[in-house]
C-alpha cells in the first residue's frame, strides 16, 4: 500500500513531496480559525499551496473535526494521521512509518507508529505543533544511551522525534565557546575540538549523545575542577510547546536556564546548546587491572585520596569493580609523569597494565574508553545512589554487593559493575560560581555509587534488577545509621523507578515545577511526553 502522503498528495494533484519547513517565509492567507484544522494549518506558518495540501490531507477524514471537538477518536488512527501530516511538512526522507527501532539495550526496542528526523530547528517546531494538534505521545531521543524503558523509545501508538540529524558541532572564532546540537556524540565533539587545542566538559564515553548529558547534569573527568557539563553551558536554544524557538542563557529566560542545567526533559526540545570550552585537551592518563583481593586495599586507598589527594583538582580517579577483576584508572589534568596526587594508589599491586601511563587528549583517552565497551545488543541497567566518604562504608556495601552479585551471576550470567565516582566539594561551588543550578549537589565532598548491568534473557529482569535496588537500600540503610547518608541521586545514572528530581531538595523541585508550567502551560511535555523524569510525576518522600 502507497504511504498516506503520496496518497494524499496524488488526491490533492500535487506532483511531489515537498519539505515544507524550509520554504521561504511568505505565508498564506489566514484559513478560518475557528475551524480546529484550519487553525492548525495555519499555525504552521506555510506558502498557500503549501497550506492546500496539508488541508487537504486533513479534511479527507470527516471524523477528525469531531474528534478534536470531542477528544473521542482512536489513538492508533490518530497516531497514524500525525505521522502522515508530518511526511508532508518534512518529506519523505525525514519520516519513517515503519521504523525498525533497534539500539544496543534491547528494552527500548519498541515499536511506535513512526519515528521522524528533523534535519533543522523549524523541522522541530513544526513537529511539536502537530504532536500537541493531535494529543499524539512523543518521545526525544539525542543518542539513545538510556537503558530505561520508554525514556528515548516508545510502543505503540505515537511519535518517535530522533534528533541524531540535528548533530552539528561549530567552534566560535576565538574558541572560547562551542554550539553542539543534541543529536552530535561526545567522540565527534572531542575529535572535532582537539586539532584547536581545547575540549569541553561533556561525556565520558564517545557513543553518549550531546542533549541527555546536559539535561541530566553530565559527569567528567575533570568535574571537580569545572562543575558538571551543564554547568559550563553558555545558552541553551530551544523549541517550547507552542512550537516557538527561544534562547535560555544568563540574561534572557534565566529560569529556565537554570532549569535546563540537569533538571530533565520537562521544558522543551533543546536543538542547540552552547558551551565554554576548557583549555584541558592535553593531559595525562592511565589504568591497571586488579584482582578481587586487593578490593579493600583499593577503597581504603580512594577514601584517603577522597581526603587528601582529591585536593589537587586536576586529579580524578576512575574505579569499576566488576565480579572478576577491578579497572583502576588516574586521570590529570595537564601533561604529567606519576602525578605525587596518587601516590596512595601506586604501591597496590596490579595484575596487568590496561592503559599505560600516557600524555595524551581528551579526545584520545575517549576513544580508548570507547574501545571497552561492546556494541552487542543486550538488556541494560544501571542506578545511582550517594553517601559521604567513609572508607568502612564502602567496604561493607561492596560486600553486600558483591555476595548478591555473584548469587544472581551463577544463575543468569548477568554481568554486574561496582562503581564509585568521586565528587569533590569543589564540583557543587563551580555550580553556584557558574550561575547556579537545580541538581542541590552537597557542598561536602562525597561520592555518587553506580552499577553498569548486562544480562540476555528477559525471563530474568526481576532478578537482576533486584540486584542494584538491593544495593541502593543497603547504601541507604548503612549510610543513615552512620550519618554518612546524602539523599541526592545523579539523574544520568538513575534508573527507570528512581526519583532522582525529587532528591534535588523540596525548594528546587517546586521551582522546577513552576518553571515548567510557566514554559509549558498546557502541560504538553507532562501528559505527551512518553517518560524521562517528568516533573509532575516526582515527589518528595
Given at each position: 500500500m502507497a504511504p498516506l502522503s503520496v496518497i494524499c498528495l496524488v488526491l490533492a494533484g500535487a506532483s511531489q513531496v515537498a519539505s515544507f519547513s524550509r520554504f521561504a517565509p511568505s505565508l498564506a492567507p489566514r484559513l478560518n480559525a475557528n475551524k480546529p484544522i484550519d487553525a492548525f494549518v495555519d499555525s504552521l506558518r506555510l506558502q498557500k499551496e503549501q497550506v492546500q495540501v496539508v488541508h487537504d490531507y486533513l479534511v479527507k477524514d470527516s471524523n477528525l473535526d469531531a474528534y478534536l471537538e470531542h477528544r473521542s477518536y482512536d489513538s492508533t488512527q490518530l497516531a497514524a494521521t500525525a505521522c502522515g501530516t508530518l511526511e508532508i511538512l518534512l518529506g519523505k526522507d525525514s519520516v519513517d512509518t515503519s521504523p525498525v527501532n533497534e539500539t544496543v539495550v534491547q528494552e527500548t526496542w519498541l515499536s511506535p507508529n513512526c519515528a521522524s528526523f528533523p534535519d533543522a530547528k523549524a523541522d522541530v517546531s513544526l513537529i511539536i505543533k502537530t504532536v500537541q494538534f493531535f494529543g499524539t505521545q512523543f518521545v526525544v531521543r539525542s543518542g539513545g544511551h538510556s537503558p530505561n524503558p520508554g525514556f528515548s523509545s516508545l510502543a505503540?501508538?505515537?511519535?518517535?522525534?530522533?534528533?541524531?540529524?540535528?548533530?552539528?558541532?561549530?567552534?566560535?572564532?576565538?574558541?572560547?565557546?562551542?554550539?553542539?546540537?543534541?543529536?552530535?556524540?561526545?567522540?565527534?565533539?572531542?575529535?572535532?575540538?582537539?586539532?584547536?587545542?581545547?575540549?569541553?566538559?561533556?561525556?565520558?564515553?564517545?557513543?553518549?549523545?550531546?542533549?541527555?548529558?546536559?539535561?541530566?547534569?553530565?559527569?567528567?573527568?575533570?568535574?571537580?575542577?569545572?562543575?558538571?557539563?551543564?554547568?559550563?553551558?553558555k545558552n541553551v536554544n530551544i523549541v517550547l510547546a507552542n512550537g516557538s524557538i527561544i534562547d535560555a542563557n544568563a540574561k534572557e529566560s534565566?529560569?529556565?536556564?537554570?532549569?535546563?542545567?540537569?533538571?530533565g526533559p520537562n521544558y522543551g526540545i533543546v536543538v542547540e546548546y552552547v558551551a565554554y570550552t576548557t583549555p584541558v585537551k592535553d593531559m595525562w592518563y592511565q589504568a591497571g587491572i586488579y584482582a578481587s583481593a586487593q578490593v579493600p586495599a583499593i577503597l581504603d586507598a580512594f577514601a584517603k585520596w577522597q581526603n587528601t589527594g582529591a585536593a589537587d583538582l586536576k586529579s580524578t580517579v576512575a574505579l569499576i569493580i566488576g565480579l572478576q577483576t577491578t579497572t583502576l584508572g588516574f586521570f590529570y589534568s595537564e601533561p604529567a609523569s606519576k602525578p605525587k596526587a596518587f601516590e596512595l594508589f601506586y604501591d597496590i599491586p596490579s595484575l596487568a597494565v590496561a592503559i599505560p601511563p600516557t600524555n595524551g587528549t581528551v579526545n584520545s583517552l575517549t576513544q580508548v574508553l570507547g574501545s571497552t565497551f561492546s556494541n552487542v545488543p543486550q538488556r541494560h541497567d544501571y542506578r545511582a545512589a550517594s553517601s559521604k566518604v567513609d572508607a568502612q562504608l564502602y567496604n561493607d556495601v561492596y560486600d553486600f554487593w558483591r555476595q548478591e552479585a555473584s548469587a544472581v551471576h551463577n544463575t543468569t550470567g548477568a554481568n554486574m559493575t561496582f562503581t564509585l565516582q568521586p565528587v569533590p566539594a569543589n564540583l557543587a561551588q563551580e555550580g553556584s560560581r557558574k550561575g547556579g543550578n537545580p541538581m542541590g549537589v552537597p557542598t561536602e565532598a562525597h561520592q555518587w555509587w553506580t552499577t553498569i548491568?548486562?544480562?540476555?534473557?528477559?525471563?530474568?529482569?526481576?532478578?537482576?534488577?533486584?540486584?542494584?535496588?538491593?544495593t541502593e537500600k543497603k547504601w541507604k540503610e548503612l549510610s543513615e545509621k552512620r550519618g554518612l547518608d546524602v539523599k541526592y541521586r545523579f539523574l544520568n545514572d538513575a534508573s527507570r523507578d528512581q526519583n532522582p528530581l525529587a532528591t534535588y531538595g523540596t525548594e528546587n523541585l517546586q521551582r522546577l515545577k513552576q518553571i515548567a508550567i510557566k514554559y509549558d502551560p498546557g502541560k504538553v511535555f507532562q501528559n505527551l511526553q512518553n517518560d524521562g523524569f517528568l516533573i509532575y510525576q516526582q515527589s518528595i518522600h
Open positions: 505503540g501508538p505515537g511519535l518517535l522525534i530522533d534528533l541524531q540529524r540535528l548533530n552539528r558541532i561549530s567552534l566560535s572564532r576565538d574558541g572560547k565557546t562551542v554550539a553542539l546540537e543534541p543529536g552530535a556524540r561526545w567522540g565527534a565533539v572531542y575529535s572535532t575540538l582537539d586539532p584547536y587545542n581545547v575540549s569541553v566538559i561533556g561525556a565520558r564515553i564517545p557513543h553518549v549523545g550531546v542533549g541527555g548529558t546536559f539535561l541530566g547534569g553530565g559527569y567528567f573527568h575533570f568535574s571537580g575542577q569545572y562543575g558538571t557539563a551543564a554547568d559550563n553551558l534565566t529560569d529556565l536556564f537554570w532549569a535546563l542545567k540537569g533538571g548491568v548486562d544480562w540476555t534473557h528477559a525471563k530474568d529482569d526481576e532478578i537482576v534488577r533486584a540486584v542494584p535496588i538491593a
